[in-house]
Every structure is written in C-alpha cells, then in structure tokens.
T-cell receptor, first 114, second 109 residues
C-alpha cells in the first residue's frame, strides 16, 4: 500500500506570497492532520480534517487554512507568507479520527520563505 | 492545556548500555501517550503507545500518572536505535497530538 504523499517536496517563496501544499493520504484513510515542524518550536499541530470537515485547529493565525476533498486528499494554504513560516510541513493520515487509529506521516514539504 | 516535556535534547550512550529517554506531560484528564521515532532520512513513525503495553524493538514505556511521566527504556541499546525520538500526547475528544521537542539518541559502537 502506498504511503502518504506530499507535493511539492521543496518550495521557495518570497515574503507576502501565498502557497498551497498538497497531501494524499493512504488509500482508505479518511482523516488527515497537518503539522508544522521548526527547529525552535518543534512539531506543532495545525489542523485536522475528516469527511471534508475541519475537526480541530491549532493555535495558528488565520493566514493558515486548509481543506479536504471528497477523495480525502487535503490541501493547506498559507497566505501573506512571513519569514517565520519557513518550516517542514508534515501531513499525517489515519483511517478515522481518534487515538485508536495510528497516524501515518508523509515525508513533508520543506517551505523556505525569503 | 496539553504540554509534553522532553528534558534532554541529546543523549549519547554506548552500544549494549541501557537507555532511558525521559518524557513528562501536563494534562488534566486521562491522556493517551505515544512515542514516535524518526530515523535518518526516514519518515516520522509510531514506535509504541501506552495503551498497547507492547515492547517494540526492545523498547518499553510505562505511564506513571503519579509522576506524569512516560519514559522510554531499552535495556541494551543498539547502533540502529540512533534516531530522533518524540514523545506525544493526545487527550479527550481532542485527538490532536501534542509533541515534545524531541531527543536525539546516538548509540556509539
């Protein structure tokens, strides 16, 4: 079974621009979560989607948004990029929300904002 | 609020020595605790969870609610155990994972 895939793997953007990252979950998985990983803050939860609905959201500004499609694929968008948004963005999928269901992580998208 | 603390950023041991990676948490309810591992150039993956009470790759972790700890232990470290280890917590109906900052374990030959 193919793992979680994230595209693109690397991205360089300029301050003020916007960016869209994509995540394709493992086939059959309906829950997708997003995390931001930085050297200073570590892994921080962004949001979680299930059945095209955002179920949970972390403490990030409104510039960070996401959505999930009917095929469970998910996208996250960051508008008006800031230098501090440079990070590795990880997507994780699971069969359904809830701790009985293991989260499987993708390789991440490395975003650099200049 | 959920919080996970891993006091050691770096931990270095010799092959065959015991290893303990510390994890303390803060949560008012009944948490679910996990250990995730990331080997060099690989994805983050689940190592074990406290509800399973399993031993994975020789690692065990016991949830101590009195001390609010979930330390990861292995009696005899192997070089292939060298990796980044993250402790994580999930609580209540909020299934998001709160991660610690991680501990980089290096097992020297």
């Amino acid at each position: 079974k193919a793992g979680v895939t994230q595209t693109p793997r690397y991205l360089i953007k300029t301050r003020g621009q916007q960016v869209t990252l994509s995540c394709s979950p493992i086939s059959g998985h309906r829950s997708v979560s997003w995390y931001q990983q930085t050297p200073g803050q570590g892994l921080q939860f962004l949001f979680e989607y299930f059945s095209e609905t955002q179920r949970n959201k972390g403490n990030f500004p409104g510039r960070f948004s996401g959505r999930q499609f009917s095929n469970s694929r998910s996208e996250m968008n960051v508008s008006t990029l800031e230098l501090g948004d440079s990070a590795l963005y990880l997507c994780a999928s699971s069969l359904a929300p809830g701790t009985p269901y293991e989260q499987y992580f993708g390789p991440g998208t490395r975003l650099t904002v200049t | 609020a959920q919080r996970v603390t891993q006091p050691e950023k770096l931990l270095s041991v010799f092959k065959g020595a015991p290893v303990e990676l510390k994890c303390n948490y803060s949560y008012s309810g009944s948490p679910e605790l996990f250990w995730y591992v990331q080997y060099s150039r690989q994805r983050l993956q689940l190592l074990l969870r406290h509800i399973s009470r399993e031993s994975i790759k020789g690692f065990t972790a016991d949830l101590n609610k009195g001390e609010t700890s979930f330390h990861l232990k292995k009696p005899f470290a192997q070089e292939e155990d060298s990796a980044m280890y993250y402790c994580a917590l999930s609580g209540g109906s909020n299934y998001k994972l709160t991660f610690g900052k991680g501990t980089l374990l290096t097992v020297n030959p």
